[in-house]
């Protein structure tokens, strides 16, 4: 069934579902119209044989069983229509489960998506325009994609493009509720010059895939909100290989017109380029600017799953040996390749851990999507976790420059902070695809 098929039988299946609904009702209200209602007592005029009180007391007789009829009527009509809505999901579930069953993932390639570059600016580098999308079909959102080329493969990459001697791998996810799709990351490759380019999104940073699996999060030789070590199973998904830099963040800001209340002063104290990364942001300018580039922060799960680089059991992204860490971080202090006191460093400025992502030890902490509470990993779902429902503070990962220890290099170490706040050490990435 291809993506056309897929979205007329969503279409189909929810017709049903919004007409389940109507019809309940319409025979509910059948129902009540066949349920017999007394009218009000007819209440023969006192005669002159009869006291005021005693034709008082006769009409407050007759109220009353009016009122004890219409009293048996009510509760009939409330205990029909108390049936409505579970009537509904009743008849509506078989068609909730069918329609569920068609939101899947598919994987098409250059017969079926097509790509137009725009024009290279040769300064950048980059084709800032380019657009991937689904042949002949509306119903999948366009993908924005600002393609890094190097000047020397830019006019060789666009000719292939033109001739179709490319090849396209693009990952679509069908929302069937919605009846739509979105290209959540994809791949080309240049077959004349035998190079490969992946998913960037429009703030023109780097992903790399994360490959699905399972991990035990946590740690049981750190701190108790640590505890217990679990086992995590996790979808694949991309994340940016650095940090979102002071430069993509300007750019953002600049282009959305989205109004930043922090202070560019403050972040050039401890940030000092546009290569450096983005500080004194708050979870909730994060997430603004993820939702501009079309991808999101990373759950927590998510965060430690990639921090961990594919190895098993250790303490730091890259092995168990403390006394290395200079050589793989900055935090405060210097030595070995840490060269900046009391500020941050250039984005990659180490050597990346196992999934190719740089700096996910040290330089900032890092905003994660979920609440955080101490006490989650007690009960915490052991699928694509995303977090407690509710809190008042968002979880925070990877240490920073700031703090003159290794405890929170720790891929397992927790923090926390207030969503609304900024300082000098805040920083974040994204991700996208699956959740």
């Known amino acids: 069934m291809d993506i056309g098929q897929l979205l007329k039988k969503a279409g ?38 009869e006291t005021r009180a005693m034709y008082q007391q006769r009409l407050q007789k007759a109220g009353q069983r009016d009122q004890i ?17 579970s009537e509904i999901k009743t008849r509506s579930q078989g068609y909730q489960e069918a329609l569920s069953l068609l939101n899947r ?39 924005p994609w600002v393609l890094k080329v190097a000047l020397a493969e830019a006019k060789q990459f666009k000719e292939s493009v033109s001739n179709e001697t490319v090849k396209i ?56 909100n640590e505890t217990p070590v679990h086992k995590v199973q996790l979808d694949a998904f991309y994340m940016d290989v650095h ?21 560019w002063d403050d972040v050039a104290k401890y940030s000092a380029g546009d290569d450096y990364p983005m500080i004194y942001v708050s979870w909730n300018d994060a997430g603004a600017y993820a939702k501009w580039t079309g991808k999101r922060l990373p759950t927590e799960a998510e965060w430690e799953y990639a921090a961990r680089g594919g190895l098993i059991g250790k303490r730091y992204p890259w092995g168990d040996d403390e006394k290395v860490a200079r050589d793989h971080a900055n935090y405060s202090g210097t030595g070995g390749k840490d060269e900046w006191e009391w500020a941050t460093a250039p984005v990659g400025s180490f050597e990346a851990n196992g999934y ?24 915490a779902s052991s699928k694509n976790p995303l ?8 979880v925070l990962r990877g240490g920073s420059w700031y703090y003159n220890n290794t405890f929170t290099l720790r891929v397992a170490s927790r923090s926390n902070y207030s969503p609304n706040n900024r300082t000098y050490d805040l920083g974040f ?7």
């Open 356 to 379: 190719g992502l740089y700096d996910m030890a040290g330089n900032v902490w890092e905003w994660c999507a979920d609440w955080y509470d101490g006490d989650y990993y007690q009960n």
């Open 387 to 394: 977090g407690p429902g509710t809190g008042s503070r968002r």
């Open 243 to 263: 940090e979102v830099t002071v430069g993509q963040f300007r750019e953002f800001v600049n282009q959305s017109g989205c109004s930043y209340e922090g202070d």
């Open 169 to 224: 791998r693009a990952q679509v996810e069908i929302e069937a509720e919605s009846q739509r799709g979105r290209i959540e990351s994809a791949v080309v490759e240049d077959l004349v010059q035998g190079l490969r380019y992946e998913l960037m999104g429009q703030d023109g940073a780097g992903m790399v895939r994360i490959p699905a699996g399972s991990f035990q999060m946590g740690s049981r030789d750190g701190e108790s």
């Open 105 to 143: 993932e598919l994987v098409l390639d250059e017969r079926q998506v097509a790509l137009s570059l725009g024009g290279y600016d040769a300064e950048k580098e980059v084709f800032a325009e380019a657009v991937l999308s689904v042949k002949s079909n509306r119903e999948v959102e366009s993908l």
């Open 69 to 85: 009829a219409e009293e048996r009527y009510q509760r009939e009509v409330d205990q029909i229509r108390a049936t409505i809505d």
């Open 429 to 435: 990435r994204c991700v996208s695809g699956s959740i």
């Open 12 to 49: 189909e299946l929810q017709k049903k579902i919004d007409q389940v609904g109507p019809q309940v009702r319409s025979e509910v209200n059948r129902q009540i119209a066949a349920i017999p209602r007394a009218g009000k007592t007819r209440v023969a005029p006192k005669d002159e044989f």
